[in-house]
């Protein structure tokens, strides 16, 4: 066993630069990574470019914090480096690198783009392929990613006129907490993948305008990071994936509430990742074929791209009896995220959960899996026609997320009975395409068009939002015409099938 408390030089890791010896160096720590190379999710190549190396600059954007101390053996962390010690890794600046730095350079100034559309439009140009891909990524043929965004354009509005709408006000309460609009921020995984501060920035922008951050269990940033960088008696909640050991999970949530989250929002619709076929091209594109053979021969399941590299832990064993044991470890308020029919609501409500969160995880788990906001429809009439519960009700919360790109998108669904939805892609993509300026910019519109929108609608407050200001009656007929949202569709990127390799001319 290597001595964990030793300080090494950096020509002493230099030379584990193999697969038989295999070192890499990550914040100023050194790690034997040999055994682990056919078991890392992401593959072999990319830990062997860095081997006997500083690996933090590619480890960072797509790692939690932790993921290197919980994945390797304790004897595995050899101990520190001295960093004075250590080459630089040379940076080569691909053809690829100087294009997108020069679409960079391109873009259009903050002030001219005027919806969240725009933003998606930017980062999609400006993002590294890699990120873009991870963040844009849906499951098998992206059917229900698209469906999430088109079960909107079935909703019409019934407006009220003649209103006195000189004031309107669209600030409301989750789980008993203030937000200035009915939304929140979701929770999405890897945020330094469009920006080096990751998270911060949603952490930053939630405080500065009012509104609810969830922060995520697959952070880039550590959780405390996170809760650090909250302004004074800012409202976090808190997404949690279940760990295998229950042990780690209550540390986890005791921990969480002790930092002071006020809702905990369990996930409860990936006991198995979805099928990221974009994702995992770029897994593809990133491997020496030689390695993927070799992982071939040996059984090991490394084509998940990024999303299959952090997820290991999660438990799919996750069942309805373990809500009693939630119970018994903390008091904050426990919401279900991804519950896609009413029977699984009314259980929620049965056995005294606080809400749910209507959502098909982004459209990234069940193809074909329908929209939060359909299913809210089915479960506001169900449980009232069960329980006699009306909504928006404050002692069974319903969340919906997934597709929204207006504050119309949000108005729709608290219309129909949610609290408040969750607002997860485009304030990544906001902060990819423009760093902090950018999410403070999607935040903003969102302010704006609410309040044009709420005058629009004839509603002074969010509680004369109300179901009879629309049209639902179409919300289950799956093929129905409507205008094209060009915008939208032109931000979509269709999915690629299998290619040739490129194939040089010789002559």
């Known amino acids: 066993m290597a001595n ?12 584990h630069n193999s697969r038989q010896s295999c070192w890499i160096i990550v914040h100023g720590k050194v790690y034997d990574v040999t055994d682990f190379l056919d078991d890392h999710p992401g593959g072999s190549k990319i830990i062997l470019k860095y081997a006997g190396k ?61 919806n969240l559309h725009d933003f998606e439009a930017i980062a999609k140009h ?21 469906e999430n965004h088109a079960a909107f354009h079935r909703i019409w509005f019934r407006p009220r006129i003649l209103k006195d709408v000189t004031k309107v006000n669209w ?37 500065k305008h009012g509104v609810i951050q969830m922060i995520p269990t697959l952070a880039s940033c550590s959780f405390d990071e996170i809760m650090d960088a909250a302004a004074p008696s800012q409202v976090q909640f808190f997404q949690l994936y279940v760990n295998k050991d229950r042990e780690i ?39 020496d074929p030689s390695e993927v053979s070799k992982a071939d021969q040996g059984g090991v399941d490394r084509s998940q791209g990024a999303a299959r590299a952090i997820s290991s832990f999660i438990d799919p064993g996750l069942n309805w009896s373990d809500m009693a044991w939630f119970k018994t470890i903390t008091k904050m308020p426990l919401i279900l995220k991804g519950v896609q029919c009413w029977e699984d609501a009314l259980e929620a409500y049965d056995i005294g959960l606080s809400g749910v969160v209507l959502s098909n995880h982004g459209g990234r788990q069940l193809d074909f899996a329908r929209s939060g906001l359909e299913v809210l429809v089915e479960v506001t009439t169900k449980l009232k026609e069960k329980r006699g519960l009306s909504f928006p009700n404050e002692k069974f919360q319903l969340f919906v997320d997934g597709g929204v790109r207006r504050a119309t998108d949000v108005m729709k669904a608290v219309a129909l009975g949610a609290t408040a939805v969750g607002v997860g892609r485009p304030f990544l993509y906001a902060y990819s395409a423009y760093g902090p300026e950018g999410i403070s910019q999607a935040l903003q519109i969102l ?45 979509y990127e269709r999915l690629q099938g299998a290619s040739l390799r490129e194939i040089k001319n010789k002559l």
Do not use: C
């Open 4 to 15: 964990s408390g030793r300080t090494y030089s950096g020509k002493e890791v230099a030379v």
């Open 54 to 114: 500083d690996a933090t600059a590619e480890y960072d954007p797509i790692h939690p914090p932790d993921a290197i101390t919980t994945n390797l053996k304790p004897e595995k962390h050899l101990g520190s480096v001295d960093l004075t010690t250590v080459e630089k890794v040379e940076t080569k600046i691909t053809d690829e690198e100087r294009a997108r730095q020069e679409r960079i350079a391109a873009r259009p100034p903050l002030s001219e783009i005027l």
């Open 126 to 146: 400006t993002m590294p392929e890699k990120a873009w891909a991870y963040y844009s990524s849906a499951a098998d043929d992206e059917i229900t990613n698209r």
């Open 171 to 207: 600030s409301t309460t989750i789980l008993g907490q203030k937000s200035s609009m009915p939304l929140y921020i979701t929770a999405t995984a890897l945020g330094k993948l469009g920006h080096p501060d990751g998270e911060l920035n949603l952490t930053r922008a939630a405080a």
């Open 249 to 287: 999970t209550k540390r986890i949530v005791q921990h969480a509430e002790k930092r002071g989250i006020k809702g905990l929002f369990i996930t409860v619709d990936a006991p198995q990742l979805g099928r990221r076929e974009k994702d995992m091209r770029q897994k593809f594109e990133a491997e």
């Open 447 to 491: 302010h704006d068009e609410f309040e044009m929108n709420m005058r629009l609608l004839g509603a002074r407050s969010i509680k004369e939002v109300v179901p009879e200001m629309v049209d639902a009656s179409n919300i289950h007929l799956h093929i129905v015409s409507v205008p094209s949202d060009n915008l939208y569709e032109s931000n």
